[in-house]
């Protein structure tokens, strides 16, 4: 809040002031100012959608998926609790690679090699490095979320914690419907907005979703493990892939999987899974 004082020349701050409000007034709509709790989410709503249809998104869009939305507190409750990247690697990784992920991350690698033998030769990315983020962000496709995809990121876009990178991920789920790849009905996934096998937010899925013949606007992330991984493929790629280079801590190819996930526990569990499922040697199995 911007506090007035006033002072003699109040004619004159008057006139500023009717002349910053012809400005505001002028310029696009803004979502309202965030909030700490529900009490405000309707009000911030309704100034989101105004926002959203001057830029270009339709009526019938933002109803189709914005109408009837109300602030998730099993959003925000995740968004607090976060504590798994705080483990150590040895931890965090004893956790995610597990022999049973192991045997089936190979059986997946063998399912889908013509695919993943594509996707190498387009993007310079292994099929490993790929099965390795699959299994680790969803399980193999087996815990894709349940969580409505635009309540959560409303709510995130609303909550004053990260209120600005979420609002900008609501808006590209708009774009996403009105593109015609997905309806609303359509875009569940993970409670901080992320939807598919490897779990793109709207963002990333607007700037790398591709089919495996690598054909933009075609992939279908959530049903089709073999556009999923592509489109992981084409996400590393556009973000410094190396092909030919490992990409294991302090290898060329490593800061490529810390643009997938900044945290640094987690890209070094990749980086294992995918060793593993490679058939690299582990310390235990050195002769």
Known sequence: MILVHFTRTALRTAALAGAAA?????????????????????????????E??????SRSVIESALGGLSYDDNVISHDRGQRA??????????KHITAFGIKKGKRLLLRYASALQRIEQRYG????????????????GSATGNYSTFSALATLAYDCRRAERFHTELLDALKIVQR??????????AWAGEIGQTQFLPSSYLKYAVDVDGNRNGGDLI?????????TANFLHANGWQ??????????????????????????????FADKLAGAASDDDQQ
């Open 180 to 189: 015609g790849d997905l309806t609303p009905a359509g875009m569940r996934g």
């Open 52 to 57: 959203a249809a001057q830029q270009g998104i």
């Open 125 to 140: 990315v292994p099929g490993p490095v790929l099965v390795s983020i699959w299994g680790l962000e969803t399980g193999f």
């Open 223 to 231: 049903n089709s493990p073999e556009d999923a991984l592509a489109s």
């Open 85 to 94: 990247f705080r483990q150590s690697f040895d931890r965090f990784a004893a």
């Open 243 to 272: 092909r030919g280079a490992r990409w294991d801590e302090g290898q060329p190819n490593f800061a490529a999987l810390l643009e997938w996930n900044k945290a640094t526990v987690y890209a070094k569990t990749v980086a294992a």
């Open 22 to 50: 012809a400005i505001f007034c002028a310029a696009p709509v803004r979502a309202a100012q965030c909030g700490d709790d529900p009490d405000g989410f309707d009000s911030w709503l309704a100034s989101f959608k105004q």
